[in-house]
């Protein structure tokens, strides 16, 4: 069993793992110095370079005579802004070389690569059969870690779905648009990913001396089982938004009537009362001595067409 050499380039954000015949580069995050490293000591197209450095870059595959240029994008939680975005991760393929560059935003990959340095019989089992299995290694661990995201998702989705019939509206519609906001961006990165780790067996079976097939294949159905689940809590979410919406609406409605059914009392009361606030004689009036308590008697009135009003409503189901 060969011994692991772990050397960190002085003044570079560059580490390296060699373990028998096979050199696994991590550099995070990447500034320009570590691109100019790049460039001197291994020749990279210099619009490969620039783009390790961009983080709205699409996944993609590059070749050339000599090596693979790969660009992912893997989901992230962003605690600071409290939505979904995603890491880029910027892949260098050689025959006997590994080169992952990233900002230092995807704590798999990091973990993986400490374990390597640490475990030699980690070590022995991910970097003796090429930098093609190596780079199998790391996409799996990273598409694993997908999946605790989407179940975050999902168990957000179900604590909705027991408050939606709460009280606190506003709240409930805030968790609807920011999960709505999550799914969208997660969509958004799984999607186009779907395709470069579809396309990239074929091009990486130089590079590695195991049949990969079954590998990425394996890769491919979590994949697919990741996008599967993002559909269907879209589907859901779309329906408790619509949901949402019908029970604001019959919130709504429900205050509406009761308003209607007050100005509609009110209504009937003001017609009482602008009749007697006429200044003629009335029947009843503070003139007649033997009615010196008519207002009690318009007031009874007017309890007794409210009452009647509310009856009718009632009786109509409109209460």
């Known amino acids: 069993m060969a011994d692991i050499v772990r050397v960190h380039e002085e003044d570079l954000n560059v580490d390296r793992i060699t373990y028998g015949d096979l050199t696994w580069i991590s550099i995070m995050p990447p500034t320009t110095k570590e691109l100019e490293y790049l460039s001197a000591h291994f020749g990279f197209h210099p619009l490969d370079l620039d783009d ?26 962003f605690k600071s802004d409290a939505m979904m975005g995603h890491a880029q991760l910027s892949v260098f393929i050689k025959d006997n070389y590994l080169i992952t560059i990233h900002k230092g935003e995807l704590k798999p990959l990091i973990g993986l690569f400490e374990s390597v340095a640490e475990d030699k019989e980690l070590a022995e089992d991910i970097m ?27 168990d957000n989705i179900e604590d909705i779905e027991d408050d939606i019939f709460s009280s606190n509206k506003t709240e409930t519609l805030r968790d609807i648009t920011r999960i709505r906001r999550d799914i969208i961006a997660f969509r958004r990165t799984i999607w186009p990913m779907r395709t470069v780790i579809s396309s990239l067996e074929p091009r990486i079976r130089e590079y590695t001396t195991t049949d990969l097939t079954v590998f990425f294949g394996d890769i491919s159905d979590h994949l697919d089982k990741i996008w599967d689940g993002l559909n269907e809590h879209k589907e859901v979410i779309e329906s408790l938004h619509s949901t949402y919406d019908s029970l604001s609406s019959q919130h709504v409605n429900n205050i509406m009537r009761i308003l209607t059914m007050f100005t509609a009392i009110g209504a009937v009361l003001q017609i009482v009362v602008g009749f007697y606030g006429m200044n003629v004689w009335l029947p009843g009036g503070n003139d007649m001595a033997g009615f010196r308590y008519s207002w009690l008697i318009i007031v009874g009135v007017m309890l007794v067409l409210s009452l009647i009003i509310l009856w009718y409503f009632k009786h109509k189901d409109w209460l």
């Open 52 to 77: 390790t450095l961009t983080r709205t870059q699409r996944p993609k595959i590059d070749e050339y005579r000599d090596y693979l240029f790969i660009v992912f994008n893997f989901p992230r939680y």
């Open 128 to 154: 003796t059969k090429g930098s093609g299995y190596l780079l199998y290694r790391v996409l799996d661990r990273l598409v694993d870690y997908c999946m605790p995201i989407l179940n975050k998702i999902s």
